[in-house]
């Protein structure tokens, strides 16, 4: 009876002892237990680090880190005044954490490749655009279907395809040109304007704002607006051709950089300073000569 209740507890003693192992009890070595916990740690601890070097998908990355594309559209890239735009553009783009996309004309009348421009720039993506447009009715679908922001400058749109516009009061500026020469020759006289392209808004605003500040002064005559499109030799031989018909010419008023730069070469090779010229828009060439 002794021995069988021996072998009892013996049994009951194992199954409780195995129990206890399966239950997660302290049954292991202390060594064992200290190798297992710093095993564990150092796994964690790799785990940690992995994480933090890891780079998360593109996908994933906050919007915010995205740079976003201006598009500048200048009427051309033939003068200086344009390329001041495009370095007033870039120094604020990078300002602000965005690019610049610039693109333009080699012509001030080519508005079939400007509105190329235009949607080439929509294809490749941008986030707002900014144009001076050579011609705002031809121009005006094309920048209506763009989804982004528009911003006009040195001539206006359609307030419906665009945001906002930048620019001088054109009629204003030239009236002030007049005015100057009528303060700078009181005796009055002859006064041709060599101007830029016939069909252009700015630049029709400009003839216009000229010649009714002129007439204001009665002692001056206008002979005459030539257009020639911003280009320098036309600009010279009309130039040549005024002095040829009016030797007693007093003044020239100049509506753009390409004018003021052939009509001004002009008189100084035929050594002409006894006429005044005023020039619309400047450049390092016009302010050196």
Same mark, same amino acid.
């Given at each position: 009876?002794?021995?069988?209740?021996? +072998?009892?507890?013996?049994?009951?003693?194992?199954?409780?002892?195995?129990?206890?192992?399966?239950?997660?009890?302290?049954? &292991?070595?202390?060594?064992?237990?200290?190798?297992?916990?710093?095993?564990?740690?150092?796994?964690?601890? #790799?785990?940690?680090?992995?994480?933090?070097?890891?780079?998360?998908?593109?996908?994933?990355?906050?919007?915010?880190?995205?740079?976003?594309? @201006? *598009?500048?559209?200048?009427?051309?890239?033939?003068?200086?005044?344009?390329?001041?735009?495009?370095?007033?553009?870039?120094?604020?783009?990078?300002?602000?954490?965005?690019?610049?996309?610039? =693109? *333009?004309?080699?012509?001030?009348?080519?508005?079939?490749? =400007?509105?190329?421009?235009?949607?080439?720039?929509?294809?490749?993506?941008?986030?707002?655009?900014?144009?001076?447009?050579?011609? &705002?009715?031809?121009?005006?679908?094309?920048?209506?279907? !763009?989804?982004?922001?528009?911003?006009?400058?040195? %001539?206006?749109? %359609?307030?419906?395809?665009?945001?906002?516009?930048?620019?001088?009061?054109?009629?204003?500026?030239?009236?002030?040109?007049?005015?100057? @020469?009528?303060?700078?020759?009181?005796?009055?006289?002859?006064?041709?304007?060599?101007?830029?392209?016939?069909?252009?808004? +700015?630049?029709?605003?400009?003839?216009? *704002?000229?010649?009714?500040? !002129?007439?204001?002064?009665?002692?001056?005559?206008?002979?005459?607006?030539?257009?020639? #499109?911003?280009?320098?030799?036309?600009?010279?031989?009309?130039? =040549?051709?005024?002095?040829?018909?009016?030797?007693?010419?007093?003044?020239?008023?100049?509506?753009?950089?390409?004018?003021?730069?052939?009509?001004?070469?002009?008189?100084?090779?035929? *050594?002409?300073?006894?006429?005044?010229?005023?020039?619309?828009?400047?450049?390092?060439? !016009?302010?050196?000569?």
């Amino acid at each position: 009876m002794k021995k069988r209740l021996a +072998v009892t507890l013996a049994a009951v003693m194992l199954a409780g002892s195995l129990a206890g192992c399966a239950g997660g009890g302290t049954t &292991a070595a202390p060594e064992t237990q200290a190798q297992t916990q710093a095993e564990a740690a150092k796994t964690e601890a #790799e785990k940690t680090e992995a994480e933090k070097t890891e780079e998360p998908p593109a996908e994933e990355k906050p919007a915010a880190e995205a740079t976003k594309v @201006i *598009g500048v559209i200048p009427k051309s890239t033939l003068f200086d005044f344009y390329k001041m735009v495009r370095q007033g553009a870039e120094d604020a783009a990078a300002e602000h954490g965005y690019t610049i996309n610039y =693109q *333009g004309t080699n012509s001030s009348t080519d508005t079939a490749a =400007q509105q190329n421009i235009v949607e080439d720039m929509d294809m490749a993506g941008m986030d707002a655009l900014v144009i001076s447009s050579i011609d &705002a009715k031809a121009i005006n679908d094309t920048i209506a279907s !763009l989804k982004v922001p528009v911003i006009t400058f040195d %001539d206006e749109m %359609d307030p419906s395809v665009c945001l906002t516009t930048v620019s001088v009061n054109h009629e204003a500026a030239a009236a002030a040109g007049a005015a100057y @020469i009528a303060e700078k020759l009181p005796n009055g006289g002859k006064v041709a304007v060599v101007s830029s392209e016939a069909g252009s808004d +700015v630049i029709q605003q400009r003839d216009r *704002g000229f010649e009714n500040e !002129l007439k204001k002064h009665d002692k001056f005559e206008l002979v005459g607006i030539y257009h020639t #499109e911003g280009d320098r030799e036309k600009a010279a031989n009309i130039m =040549q051709d005024l002095l040829s018909e009016h030797p007693d010419l007093v003044a020239v008023f100049c509506c753009n950089e390409g004018a003021s730069a052939g009509a001004s070469k002009m008189l100084k090779d035929e *050594g002409r300073t006894d006429i005044l010229a005023v020039g619309y828009d400047s450049s390092e060439e !016009l302010i050196n000569n």
